[in-house]
């Protein structure tokens, strides 16, 4: 728990039950620190990977969709994972994602490469294959095609291509905050308020001091 705290939920539940069974003593759980963000992207870099994304042909079509989505919403590969085909949908000549409970307006030249992903087999396969409930596919489906795909099998893919997930994602959400209000950026892109407020006060205290070193080299 000390070591490896990505595992700390899992072992603090295991040692929980064997403290209520009397297996052993009482242990003091370590609390769940909350660690500012220190990867990040410079703003022009995080422009380039979404130039790639939207525009690189030579790219798989599902990097591209997922490089886009963390480039422009700061979603997390969980949250992109989890993404229906029926949270995307069309008015007239403008296209939206529904993030949580709001649909996003989605750049034309995105909005193409998910009407190509949604009408490729595998989301077909994932739309057959689903409970006859009327319960969606989904966007990126897994094997079997009615599971979606593992985040930790999309961060390795994104890697192979280059395209970094955590730092454009941070440098994202970053831009995002010193734009809009906190509570805005929570309401589009479904994050918890504590969390844009947290991440707000960071960006007062640090993100200035961030890009004058981005811009002086350091």
């Not at 130039?51 to 690189?56: Q, T």
């Not at 307006?105 to 006859?132: D, F, G, K, M, N």
Request: glycine share 6%; hydrophobic share 35%; net charge positive.
């Amino acid at each position: 728990m000390t070591t490896h705290p990505t595992q700390r939920r899992s072992a603090a539940a295991f040692i929980r039950w064997a403290v209520a069974r009397r297996l052993t003593g009482k242990v003091a759980i370590p609390g769940r620190k909350y660690a500012l963000p220190s990867r990040f992207l410079a703003s022009d870099e995080l422009d380039q990977q979404l130039r790639r994304c939207l525009n690189d042909e030579n790219l798989p079509l599902e990097a591209r969709i997922i490089g886009s989505l963390t480039s422009l919403y700061a979603l997390h590969t969980t949250r992109i994972v989890q993404l229906t085909t029926d949270r995307f949908s069309r008015d007239g000549e403008h296209a939206y994602l529904t993030l949580d409970r709001n649909p996003v307006l989605v750049p034309p030249r995105l909005a193409v490469l998910i009407e190509r992903q949604i009408a490729s087999p595998s989301c077909r396969t994932s739309v057959l294959q689903q409970p006859h409930d009327g319960t969606p596919g989904f966007l990126f489906p897994g094997r079997p095609p009615s599971r979606p795909r593992s985040s930790e099998t999309v961060h390795s893919y994104m890697r192979r291509h280059g395209l970094p997930g955590i730092s454009a994602r941070n440098t994202a959400l970053m831009e995002a905050i010193t734009e809009l209000p906190p509570i805005v950026v929570s309401d589009l892109f479904g994050i918890h308020p504590s969390t844009t407020y947290a991440w707000a006060q960071y960006a007062q205290s640090s993100w200035a001091d961030y890009l004058a070193a981005c811009e002086n080299g350091d």
